[in-house]
């Protein structure tokens, strides 16, 4: 279909192919830095701020819970709150200690 406009467009101006190219390259420059790349860096500090997550740390949930991680097992991690222990997954923390994911906790 691309290249059925692409040929129309050489038809009738010549230059109309190129410019429609050009357009369309400049777009998808645009979405990969305005939303694919930060998208993935912010991927990347959250997987690294989980990452270094280990017993007695404080952490934020998603939900806003707070508390202190108790134990650890693989994808679930059971968070001391008051009196109160609470199971969620790794991916729900936001921030441990002071350092906050991207995209969530203290914006």
Do not use: C
């Not at 279909?1 to 400049?26: D, H, R, T, V, W």
């Amino acid at each position: 279909m691309l290249l059925n406009i692409l040929a129309q467009a050489e038809g009738k101006g010549g230059f109309g192919g190129s410019a429609l190219i050009i357009q369309l390259g400049l777009i998808a420059l645009v979405f990969y830095f305005l939303i694919i790349r930060p998208q993935s860096q912010a991927r990347k500090k959250h997987a690294a701020l989980l990452e270094d997550l280990k017993k007695g740390d404080e952490v934020v949930t998603s939900g806003g819970i707070m508390g202190k991680v108790k134990a650890m097992d693989g994808t679930q991690i059971t968070v001391e709150s008051g009196t109160a222990e609470v199971i969620i997954h790794r991916q729900k923390i936001v921030q441990v200690g002071d350092a906050v994911a991207p995209g969530g906790g203290n914006r």
